[in-house]
């Protein structure tokens, strides 16, 4: 399930926010998926790490008055996973991609982060 794989890259994401030497740590969250959602989740991961520099541009820009290193890590992590899957899967829905990162700021965040996050990429949505 796509929402699990999902998740296991949230979690990794949020732990290099922290931690640089993890080396094996996404196998480790991963290895209850199924082969096609460790696959999904490994190009998830990709694509959030191969455009972190930029997906933090775009967020600067859309998040008027709060500084990067302000924004609940939480929530920069559920963020640039909706990102990447509105920018580089063409079969996840624009409002899938959304609601499914606005699903991990609720599981992993506060309880405002629901709205900021789907804020968020709503505009993002429409500015790409």
Sequence with gaps: ???L??????QY???RLFNQGDEGLFDVLAKDLSKDDKLFA?????AVTENATRFD?????????FKLERMHAADRCAIYIGMAELDFFKDVP???AID?????SAKFSTE???DYVNGILAEYSKKR
């Design 1 to 3: 399930m796509r929402s």
């Design 5 to 10: 794989s999902r998740e296991v890259v949230f």
């Design 13 to 15: 994401i949020f732990s």
């Design 42 to 46: 490994e190009q998830l991961l990709n």
């Design 57 to 65: 541009e775009q967020l600067k820009s859309l998040s008027e008055n």
């Design 94 to 96: 624009t409002a899938v």
């Design 100 to 104: 499914e990162a606005v699903k991990l």
């Design 112 to 114: 405002k982060s629901t």
